[in-house]
T-cell receptor, first 111, second 111 residues
Framework: NAGVMQNPRHLVRRRGQEARLRCSPMKGHSHVYWYRQLPEEGLKFMVYLQKENIIDESGMPKERFSAEFPKEGPSILRIQQVVRGDSAAYFC?????????FGPGTRLTVL | KNEVEQSPQNLTAQEGEFITINCSYSVGISALHWLQQHPGGGIVSLFMLSSGKKKHGRLIATINIQEKHSSLHITASHPRDSAVYICAVGFGGGSQGNLIFGKGTKLSVKP
């Protein structure tokens, strides 16, 4: 059973471009969580999804950020019109119910 | 608002020493997680606790629900234990993914 997979591991974008981060949960896990770790800061919750549903998006910025977890395929965190302040490590975690298993993260750098 | 406080922030130990990292939180929770973040940035889930004590190899985690306090112990520490250890609390129910994280304890074990 492969672990949580995230790709790309590193992503470089220029200001104004779009960033798409992918997360493939562990087999049998129907819960996906996205977290952001800004440089020199702790992890912060962004959004919690189950298949085809957003359960809690209280940590997501209101603009430019969106997330989905379709019936088929990985969960996607999409950041439109990126700004330098979006540079961070983005982690996803998956869970069968409560215990969360983390992916390796995607490090986004905005030039 | 739940606050998660960890101590110490930084810890340097000699190989073989017994290490304790503490975590306190301010409101009732459904579960507490201990995570390990390696210098390369990946996150590993070490424990999820709702009561009592768990042991895995040289790692022991305890939680006291009444005192809202948890400890992570490392016996016979080794340089490969050098990492940031993060405490996170969850609330269950519809917001079970909305983990709140401590700032982490940076552990360095010298040979």
């Amino acid at each position: 059973n492969a672990g949580v997979m995230q790709n790309p591991r590193h992503l470089v974008r220029r200001r104004g471009q779009e960033a798409r981060l992918r997360c493939s949960p562990m087999k049998g896990h129907s819960h996906v969580y996205w977290y952001r770790q800004l440089p020199e800061e702790g992890l912060k919750f962004m959004v919690y999804l189950q298949k085809e549903n957003i359960i809690d998006e209280s940590g997501m910025p209101k603009e430019r950020f969106s997330a989905e977890f379709p019936k088929e395929g990985p969960s996607i965190l999409r950041i439109q019109q990126v700004v330098r302040g979006d540079s961070a490590a983005y982690f996803c975690a998956s869970s069968p119910e409560f215990e969360q298993f983390f992916g390796p993260g995607t490090r986004l750098t905005v030039l | 608002k739940n606050e998660v406080e960890q101590s110490p922030q930084n810890l340097t130990a000699q190989e073989g020493e017994f290490i304790t990292i503490n975590c306190s939180y301010s409101v009732g929770i459904s579960a507490l997680h201990w995570l390990q973040q390696h210098p390369g940035g990946g996150i590993v889930s070490l424990f999820m606790l709702s009561s009592g004590k768990k042991k895995h190899g040289r790692l022991i985690a305890t939680i006291n629900i009444q005192e809202k306090h948890s400890s992570l112990h490392i016996t016979a520490s080794h340089p490969r234990d050098s990492a940031v250890y993060i405490c996170a609390v969850g609330f269950g129910g519809g917001s079970q993914g909305n983990l709140i994280f401590g700032k982490g304890t940076k552990l360095s074990v010298k040979p």
